[in-house]
């Protein structure tokens, strides 16, 4: 049994990222999350090249992709699925009939670009501002 535990940890290490303690994170990338939220605390992983800050903002379930730098890559807010574009919804009834939207979200590019997240079998399906699909990614 044992065993069996340390196996799944590793798998759910690799599958989300690296859990950092606030000391591992570099300086820059902290300084760029207290400025944009100052006073929330939050819990950091390692994603890829970047850093993910995972908080709660107004009650509101956050997380923010920041670079070595400080700059921030991209923010998500988790939002309810019934709040997904129309497009989005019905995508998913007519590729995904027999399931159901686990977890839905509203992410905001650097650049501004707005796109929104559907998980649907353990998969982020990926969709523009107006809720045009652009790709599926393992969750």
């Not at 006073?39 to 390692?46: A, L, N, P, Q, T």
């Not at 379930?61 to 939002?79: F, H, L, R």
Request: net charge negative; aromatic share 10%.
């Amino acid at each position: 049994m044992l065993l069996f535990t340390i196996a799944v940890s590793i798998f759910s290490l690799s599958m989300y990222g690296q859990r950092l303690n606030e000391s591992q994170v570099p300086g820059p990338a902290k300084t760029a999350f207290e400025k944009s939220y100052p006073g929330i605390r939050g819990s950091w992983d390692k994603e890829d090249a970047n850093y993910e800050v995972n908080f709660r903002k107004d009650g509101k379930p956050m997380s923010a992709v920041i670079d070595k730098n400080g700059t921030i890559v991209e923010t998500e807010a988790d939002i309810p699925a019934a709040q997904l574009p129309k497009n989005v919804r019905d995508y998913v009834k007519q590729h995904y009939s027999a399931a159901g939207i686990s977890e839905a979200a509203k992410v905001v590019k650097a650049s501004g670009e707005i796109n929104f997240e559907a998980e649907v079998n353990h998969k982020d399906l990926i969709f523009d501002a107006n809720g045009k699909f652009i790709k599926e990614e393992k969750d």
